[in-house]
Every structure is written in structure tokens, then in C-alpha cells.
């Protein structure tokens, strides 16, 4: 389902999260609602006085109640947000547009915010603005930013501090230069950052980005611009994310967005919001669109992505209840209906079969027999689960309010390793949550001995407010405590992966090439089927659609690879040929 128009995203928008909705509303002052809520947005100082009268009383004479009306009657295929072409009345249409101004991005965090860094650009650019890599060129400076820890956040602070110095040496004949915080610190602070930095112009939340064009517009005015609205139903289904390296072999394919689990340590669910879901038929035409210009990967990105319930068609609102996996439960009331992750696996592996197909952030709950049945049986679905446990014990499991037991967590391992012999699996663990005891650190220990992960994600708890544990838990485990536990599990589970990575010595691993290594210009680089980083020196070698030909392989390239050493993060070997990837299936 398209996003609904304005009046109904603010409406809707009102039923989530612990904000009074109130507040809510005047937060998303500026512009449009700022005139609505009678709230002024500070910061005006910056601007001549002539354009900001002008401005003013155009904003004073902003937008009725009738123009979110009009928009909210508007056909769902459009855009929840004006585009350059239909600006509100207290912007013209030239104001909208970037008019060539440059723009730099940066992101910070996971997957998600590289892919929402995409949306934004994209957006953008169809606005008029250009792109540039180079910050001293910038005109605007936009940071993608990421809350999950203390420490994230604390970065951009300090970056924010550096960008001021930026700012305020700017020459005047270059025009003012305008910086925004984007995603989730945009969405969990809010107007703290634009009282605490006053450098600040604009906020937008992860569900905004397609408001952007008009915040800008209103920061020209010398104001402070903020959208950080979260929408039940935003996907950006439509806007096709403009990817920063052109030459890239592997795409990342959003297919949802936010979560609904509230484990208790975890502010995604604040800051992204509701887990909705974006239409199959649009995931599909990205995922075609992408083997049509030569992509040999796509990994389909989300917080939750096994939880994907595509319900945008009536039809496809049946009364199947949903399976879990074996001993898993959820948080919220379980749903029913809908097009599932399977179905879409399904159908996204079956476009292009020389397509390498990967998924990441999934649920351990989520992993029903019909999902691993797919997995075991398609080439193309990459054997390889992300199973992020967070601890090894119960008794924290249940604090956390992770839906499992311990129990449960390793039967599902069993499970999924029959299911799909040689899988790959990757975990996150938190060391030193509330109440955990050496015993409970113990127990994590084990399980990752016991589990022995390829990959893992290893994180010291950060206490985040809003968050259950910050109203309910104590966040007693000392610093020093969590960071030597910390240690610990590293070690363990560096010892783990570097004996299961020695048992690929002597195999045969298919490899997709990335490109040259950054340590080594002789050597290329690329990924088995379970994500690992392989390394082999780059020669030429036989072509198994050719023989008798001997080629160097390029980016984008199937490669079997004769693995020799291995540690906990890498395996080398040596080429054997190049091939496809249906070929090397064959073989098996
Ligand atoms: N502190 C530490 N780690 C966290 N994660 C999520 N919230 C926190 C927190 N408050 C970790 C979890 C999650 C990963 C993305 O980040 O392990 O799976
Ligand atoms: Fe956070 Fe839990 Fe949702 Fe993952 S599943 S984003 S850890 S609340």
C-alpha cells in the first residue's frame, strides 16, 4: 500500500510510541505544522531580513487545513509529501527545488541507514540537487545517523562539533551552508538536538525523506526546519534508491520497515517505528531491475525481514495463521494473513538464477520449516542464517523479552543445520545486560562454543531511554564488567570461528568477486555462500563456458576457489576456474 496523504499519516501516527500525541504534532514544527500548532521554530537569525519578512508572511499565510484535504484525497500512488512541481502555498516551486546546490552525505550505523541514505539522495536528486563527495563543496551536509548505542550517538555529536567550525568559517559570498541530522537520532531526540545545536537546520526522521525537499526550502529562510512523523505504512515502495558505487555487483533491497518486537534493551522500535511491510510486486520489479543492469546479489534488508507480511491486497488478507519457529513466541498479538517471507524468497529467487539471494535482519522466531525447506533447496539462496541470539542465558533471554529460551534457541540451530546441511550462521550477542550475573556471562560462553557462529556481532550493553529496561531494569552490570565480558566473548568466539573456518581447508568454495583486495593489488577479493571474505591471487584461470580460454575474472564473476588457510574473519586460497553459478551447483 502507498503511503495515505498527510492528514491521515499525522492521524495514524498519533496511536504509536510513548510520545503524547501532542507533542508529537508540534514536533513536526516548520512549515506546514508549525502554523497548525501556532509554534514558532527558533533559530531565524541566520538569514537577511528582506527574505526572511517575505518568507514569513508567506509561512503566515500557509497552508489550510484544506490543502492536507486536498492531498489526503489524492491518489495513493503519490507521494505523501509535495513534490518540486506542487509546492505548499507558502513556497513556490523554484524554492523547492535544489536548484544545482550540493550536497554531501554521510552515514553512519547499519545496513539500513546506507539504504535510507540512497532514498534521501534519490529523493533529492530528482529535486535538483547534486551530489558531491568532496565536504568542503558542500552547500548542504545531511549526517544519516544511528542511536542503537551511547556511543553512536556520541560520534555524531563530536562530528556535529567539527561541522561547526565548517559552518561558521563558510565565506558569505558562498551562501549559507545547512546541515541536517536524518534517521533514527533525528527521530529519538528531536528538538534536543536543534536547542542543543544550534548549527542544526533540519531534522528529518526515517519516515520523512520525502519531505526533505520542502525542509530545505524552509531552511533557506534562515529557520529551523523538523519532520520526524512516523508513518504505519511508509516504505518508499516507489522511490528507487540511487546506489553511491555505480560499478557494485551486490544491491541491498529494502522489503520493510521498523519493528514490533520491543525486546527491552532496543530503541529501534522508537525510532523506526511500526513493522509495515512493502508491497511483493515493487520488491520484484527492484530485484528485476537489478539483474537487468548486471547485479549478481541482492540482500533483502529490514529489521525483521522473516516477520515480512505483504497485506497491501485484499486478497492476500486470509485468515492463515502464522508459524514460528518450534518454542518462539512474540510480543505482540500474533498476526495472520498476509503474503509471507517464504512467498517472497520464493519469487525473488526465481528471477534471475545466476542472482545470489541473501537476507539480514531476521528474527530467530521467525523461521518456519517452509522457509528453511526454501533455503535448503535453492542455488540461489545463499546458505547462511543470521541467528542473533543476544545471550545464552534464560533467564536474560526472558529479561530481554526475546520471545525464546535457551532451549529453544539451540534446538533451533539443530533444526536449522539438518534442514540445510553446511549452513553459515551468524549471531549478535549483548554483553552485560541488566541483572546479568558471571553465571548468566557463562552460559553466553557456552552457547557460543556450543553453537560455534562464522560470523558474529558483539556489542557491550548501552542503556537507551524509553526502552523497557530503562523504566523497568537496572542497568547494574559495571562498565569494566561489561567490557571485560566483552573481551571474553570475543575471544571465544574468535577461537570458535577460526576452527570452523580451518574446516573449509581443502574445499572447493564458490566465490562472487568484489574486486582487487585493499590489502594486495595482486589478489581480488569476494564472498563465499556464507558471507566470508575470500582472498586468491589474481591470475588467470580456465572459463568453464569457454574451455580452452583462459581469463582474468572481474567483479561480478562466479569463481570456484581452493581455500588453503584460513583465520576467524578470512579464508585464502587459489582460483580454479571461473564458472556460473548454476554450473557450480551442478557439480555439487
Ligand atoms: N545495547 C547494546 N547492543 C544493542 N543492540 C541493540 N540494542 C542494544 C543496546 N541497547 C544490538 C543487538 C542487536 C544489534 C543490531 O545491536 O545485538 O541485534
Ligand atoms: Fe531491536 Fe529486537 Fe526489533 Fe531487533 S527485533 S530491531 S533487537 S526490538
Known amino acids: 500500500m502507498q503511503p495515505l496523504r498527510c492528514v491521515l499519516r499525522v492521524q495514524r501516527a498519533l496511536h504509536w510510541g510513548p510520545w503524547a500525541s501532542v507533542s508529537r504534532l508540534l514536533l513536526s514544527t516548520c512549515g506546514a505544522h508549525s502554523r497548525l500548532h501556532g509554534t514558532a521554530c527558533p533559530g531565524a537569525e541566520r538569514q537577511e531580513d528582506g527574505v526572511r519578512k517575505d518568507f514569513s508572511s508567506r509561512l503566515a499565510a500557509g497552508p489550510a487545513f484544506q490543502h492536507f484535504l486536498r492531498n489526503a484525497s489524492a491518489s495513493e500512488e503519490k507521494p505523501s509529501f509535495p513534490e518540486a512541481e506542487d509546492p505548499p502555498p507558502y513556497l513556490t516551486a523554484d524554492e523547492l527545488r535544489g536548484r544545482q546546490r550540493k550536497v554531501y552525505l554521510e552515514t553512519y550505523g547499519c545496513q539500513m541507514n546506507v539504504n535510507d541514505t540512497e532514498i534521501a539522495w534519490s529523493i533529492l536528486q530528482k529535486s535538483g540537487y547534486l551530489r558531491t563527495s568532496d565536504l568542503q563543496e558542500a552547500d548542504v551536509i545531511l549526517l544519516v545517523t544511528c542511536s542503537i548505542r551511547e556511543k553512536a550517538e556520541q560520534t555524531i555529536w563530536n562530528r556535529l562539533r567539527q561541522l561547526k567550525a565548517l559552518k561558521t568559517k563558510r565565506l558569505r559570498s558562498r551562501g549559507p551552508l545547512r546541515i541536517g541530522i536524518l534517521g533514527c537520532m533525528a527521530e529519538r531526540l528531536k528538538e534536543e538536538?536543534?536547542?542543543?545545536?544550534?548549527?542544526?537546520?533540519?531534522?528529518?526522521?526515517?519516515?520523512?525523506?520525502?519531505?526533505?525537499?520542502?525542509?530545505?526550502?524552509?531552511?533557506?529562510?534562515?529557520?529551523?526546519?523538523?519532520?520526524?512523523?512516523?508513518?504505519?505504512?511508509?516504505?518508499?515502495?516507489?522511490?528507487?534508491?540511487?546506489?553511491?558505487?555505480?560499478?557494485?555487483?551486490?544491491?541491498?533491497?529494502?522489503?520493510?520497515?521498523?519493528?514490533?518486537?520491543?525486546?527491552?534493551?532496543?530503541?529501534?522500535?522508537?525510532?523506526?517505528?511500526?513493522?509495515?511491510?512493502?508491497?511483493?510486486?515493487?520488491?520484484?520489479?527492484?530485484?528485476?531491475?537489478?539483474?537487468?543492469?548486471?547485479?549478481?546479489?541482492?540482500?533483502?534488508?529490514?529489521?525483521?525481514?522473516?516477520?515480512?507480511?505483504?497485506?497491501?491486497?485484499?486478497?492476500?488478507?486470509?485468515?492463515?495463521?502464522?508459524?514460528?519457529?518450534?518454542?518462539?513466541?512474540?510480543?505482540?498479538?500474533?498476526?495472520?494473513?498476509?503474503?509471507?517471507?517464504?512467498?517472497?524468497?520464493?519469487?525473488?529467487?526465481?528471477?534471475?538464477?545466476?542472482?545470489?539471494?541473501?537476507?539480514?535482519?531476521?528474527?530467530?522466531?521467525?523461521?518456519?520449516?517452509?522457509?528453511?525447506?526454501?533455503?535448503?533447496?535453492?542455488?540461489?539462496?545463499?546458505?547462511?542464517?543470521?541467528?542473533?541470539?543476544?545471550?545464552?542465558?534464560?533467564?536474560?533471554?526472558?529479561?530481554?523479552?526475546?520471545?525464546?529460551?535457551?532451549?529453544?534457541?539451540?534446538?533451533?540451530?539443530?533444526?536449522?543445520?539438518?534442514?540445510?546441511?553446511?549452513?553459515?550462521?551468524?549471531?549478535?550477542?549483548?554483553?552485560?545486560?541488566?541483572?546479568?550475573?558471571?553465571?548468566?556471562?557463562?552460559?553466553?560462553?557456552?552457547?557460543?562454543?556450543?553453537?560455534?557462529?562464522?560470523?558474529?556481532?558483539?556489542?557491550?550493553?548501552?542503556?537507551?531511554?524509553?526502552?523497557?529496561?530503562?523504566?523497568?531494569?537496572?542497568?547494574?552490570?559495571?562498565?569494566?564488567?561489561?567490557?571485560?565480558?566483552?573481551?571474553?566473548?570475543?575471544?571465544?568466539?574468535?577461537?570458535e570461528a577460526t576452527k570452523v573456518n580451518r574446516s573449509s581447508v581443502g574445499r572447493t568454495e564458490l566465490v562472487l568477486v568484489e574486486g582487487l583486495s585493499k590489502r594486495s593489488a595482486s589478489d581480488l577479493c569476494g564472498r563465499n555462500d556464507g558471507n566470508l571474505k575470500v582472498i586468491f591471487p589474481d591470475v588467470e584461470m580456465e572459463d568453464v563456458a569457454s574451455p580452452g580460454l583462459r581469463v582474468r575474472a572481474q567483479p561480478g564473476d562466479y569463481v570456484l576457489v581452493k581455500i588453503t588457510s584460513a583465520s576467524s574473519q578470512t579464508l585464502k586460497g587459489h582460483g580454479l576456474c571461473r564458472t556460473t553459478l548454476k554450473d557450480s551447483a551442478a557439480q555439487r
Open 193 to 495: 538536538i536543534l536547542n542543543r545545536e544550534k548549527m542544526v537546520d533540519l531534522l528529518a526522521g526515517p519516515d520523512a525523506y520525502r519531505d526533505l525537499p520542502r525542509l530545505l526550502a524552509v531552511t533557506e529562510s534562515g529557520q529551523q526546519a523538523a519532520n520526524v512523523l512516523l508513518s504505519l505504512d511508509e516504505t518508499y515502495a516507489d522511490v528507487m534508491p540511487v546506489q553511491a558505487s555505480p560499478g557494485a555487483t551486490s544491491a541491498f533491497v529494502s522489503i520493510m520497515r521498523g519493528c514490533d518486537n520491543m525486546c527491552s534493551y532496543c530503541i529501534v522500535p522508537f525510532t523506526r517505528g511500526r513493522e509495515r511491510s512493502r508491497p511483493v510486486a515493487s520488491i520484484l520489479e527492484e530485484v528485476r531491475q537489478l539483474s537487468e543492469q548486471g547485479l549478481k546479489e541482492v540482500t533483502l534488508l529490514g529489521q525483521n525481514v522473516n516477520s515480512f507480511r505483504d497485506n497491501s491486497e485484499i486478497q492476500f488478507n486470509n485468515a492463515v495463521p502464522t508459524n514460528l519457529s518450534r518454542g518462539f513466541t512474540t510480543n505482540y498479538k500474533t498476526k495472520q494473513g498476509g503474503l509471507r517471507f517464504a512467498h517472497l524468497l520464493d519469487q525473488v529467487s526465481r528471477i534471475d538464477p545466476e542472482m545470489r539471494i541473501r537476507f539480514t535482519s531476521p528474527h530467530p522466531k521467525d523461521f518456519p520449516d517452509e522457509v528453511l525447506q526454501l533455503i535448503g533447496e535453492r542455488d540461489n539462496i545463499c546458505k547462511q542464517i543470521h541467528l542473533p541470539a543476544q545471550s545464552g542465558s534464560s533467564r536474560v533471554l526472558e529479561a530481554m523479552r526475546r520471545g525464546y529460551s535457551r532451549e529453544a534457541y539451540v534446538e533451533l540451530v539443530h533444526h536449522i543445520r539438518e534442514s540445510i546441511p553446511g549452513v553459515s550462521l551468524s549471531s549478535d550477542f549483548i554483553a552485560g545486560f541488566c541483572g546479568e550475573t558471571e553465571e548468566d556471562h557463562l552460559q553466553t560462553v557456552s552457547l557460543l562454543r556450543e553453537v560455534r557462529y562464522n560470523i558474529g556481532f558483539l556489542f557491550a550493553y548501552s542503556m537507551r531511554q524509553k526502552t523497557r529496561a530503562y523504566h523497568r531494569l537496572k542497568d547494574d552490570v559495571p562498565e569494566e564488567v561489561k567490557l571485560r565480558r566483552l573481551e571474553e566473548l570475543i575471544t571465544v568466539f574468535r577461537e
